[in-house]
């Protein structure tokens, strides 16, 4: 049966971690793998940053830091979901760092205090103007001293997270970044943080880290980038490949209808191939309209609207094999097909298209 294709390589990741290492010298990586690694596969993944030397990783449900745990993962992990009872319990059981992001989560430390059972290790997430999860940063200074006089637990770290960095206009990005060096001047006397962190793949290269020891890299490991607005661009590549096999070549002649309503019709005698991948799995449904697939090193234009399980390509007088492949996004050979450029083209970012694809029906292939 015809399956679509998640190749996942792995070579690739350590290379892109070399080249990103290589302009963040002075930092520390904190290696963001939630989302099933963006959709590449946690554990395979994590694994191989970890014998790469990666010691920190951050993830958003306790669920997700449980699966690394249970898999062998000892390095440690950060969870970003909000606070909860369940997730407190958790964290101490399995050794993760919670993300102190409200002023009622105070209580939950309270509590366990005054029970003198151990609590988790924690960062403050500070709200410098995301207006989503974080303390706001006009009240964190008070906040802050007095969560650390009520429990007597010194935090391991602190951080923010900046909404623009991965924008041409940085302005809003730089308000940030000094709201939040006015927070940590205002404690730097009080409060020795281990961990200092702003930046995210974006503000990796677009904002100066000069006062943090700790990045959160995403996207740049599995080789994509999350704007065109980076001002430095490491030398990475795409670590998955997104494939479909070709079950279907078919002869048709000119001004053949092709697919849901009849949008694409042949401008002439055609050979269209139909690939077992759809919606379902995956494929973004806006790319029919300027998109395309690479097979033999050449580009072919997708014709009429993509269905939940299939689509079909125009391959005008070439002559592939049923069950050959077409790429999709990657790199593979010759066949060369950037995830940003689908992206931009349907105003959905990387992050969209690597998350949205499905392995219930997929063959995922570790290389």
């Not at 399995?94 to 102190?100: D, E, F, H, K």
């Not at 700790?214 to 996207?219: A, K, S």
């Not at 790319?287 to 609207?305: A, D, P």
Request: hydrophobic residues 40%; proline residues 3%.
């Amino acid at each position: 049966m015809a399956k679509p294709i998640i190749e996942i390589n792995l070579e690739r990741l350590k290379n892109n971690l070399s080249s990103i290492k290589k302009i963040i010298v002075k930092n520390s990586i904190l290696a963001v793998v939630k989302a099933d690694a963006y959709g590449h596969g946690v554990i395979p993944i994590a694994k191989t940053l970890e014998q790469s030397g990666i010691n920190f990783f951050a993830v958003f449900t306790i669920y997700e830091a449980i699966e690394l745990r249970r898999n062998g993962i000892t390095s440690d992990i950060i969870i970003f979901e909000r606070l909860s009872k369940e997730s407190f319990k958790l964290a101490i059981k399995y050794n993760i760092i919670v993300n102190v992001s409200w002023y009622s989560d105070l209580e939950l430390f309270k509590e366990n205090n005054s029970k003198n059972f151990n609590c988790p290790k924690y960062h403050f997430k500070i709200d410098t103007g995301m207006t989503r999860l974080g303390i706001p940063y006009k009240s964190s200074e008070k906040f802050i001293n007095n969560f650390i006089s009520s429990t007597n637990l010194v935090p391991d770290g602190i951080y923010t997270h900046l909404s623009t960095a991965d924008e041409g206009d940085l302005s809003f990005a730089i308000k940030q970044k000094n709201r939040f060096d006015k927070i940590l001047n205002s404690l730097k006397n009080k409060i020795n943080f281990k961990w200092i962190h702003l930046s995210n793949s974006g503000g990796v290269t677009n904002i100066d880290n000069s006062n943090y020891n700790l990045v959160r890299v995403g996207m740049l490991l599995y080789g994509a980038l999350p704007s065109d607005s980076l001002k430095i661009i490491p030398k990475i590549e795409p670590v998955m490949n997104f494939k479909g096999e070709i079950v279907l070549i078919r002869r048709v002649k000119k001004n053949t209808p092709i697919s849901y309503g009849g949008l694409y019709k042949t401008s002439k005698s055609s050979n269209i191939g139909v690939i077992q991948v759809g919606f379902a799995d995956g494929m973004p449904r806006e790319w029919f309209q300027r998109g395309y697939v690479s097979w033999n090193g050449k580009k072919y234009k997708i014709c009429g609207r993509i269905c939940m399980d299939q689509f079909m390509v125009n391959f005008l007088d070439d002559n592939p094999n049923e069950g050959e492949n077409v790429l999709i996004w990657g790199k593979e050979g010759n066949n060369y097909i950037s995830i940003e450029e689908i992206s931009k083209d349907i105003g959905l970012n990387p992050y969209n298209l690597f998350t949205a694809i499905s392995d219930k029906r997929a063959v995922r292939i570790i290389k």
